[in-house]
């Protein structure tokens, strides 16, 4: 394997979104306990409707372990960084837009940040060929 970072960060952020997207579809009301958060019961089917895209985006970046892993061809990681970039982009500033606007409660900035933080990652990546560069 020539990229350990690259797994190990695949692999975080893979059982981070793939553990919480599993707990937000079976027991949304603990996990949202969990990360410190309040919402209406009548909001819980939402949220593990919810917890399955979480836990799409988080066996993606698993399949991103794997690839770093099996030192597969960068242009695989590279589309796979693209897209999870632009859904995790989209859901940090959907929550910055809602907790500015006081539509949800500012511990969501938690989420906002972990996703703003990987897009930013992942953009800056692509953009200065990280993922080329750990092929070679």
Partial sequence: MKRPILFGYQLAIGL????TGALLIVVPAF???????????DALPYLSFIGSFVLAVGFCCL????????DACASKLRLLWLLTA???SSVAIYLFMQVLSRTLET?????????GACALIQANG????????AAK
Avoid: P
């Fill in 126 to 133: 692509l953009r200065k060929g990280w993922l080329v560069n």
């Fill in 31 to 41: 996990t949202l306990r969990m990360m410190g958060l309040h919402v209406a019961a």
């Fill in 86 to 88: 632009i859904l995790r």
């Fill in 16 to 19: 981070s979104d793939s553990s």
């Fill in 63 to 70: 399949y991103g372990a794997y690839l770093a892993w099996c």
């Fill in 107 to 115: 511990g969501w900035l938690t989420v906002a940040i972990f996703d």
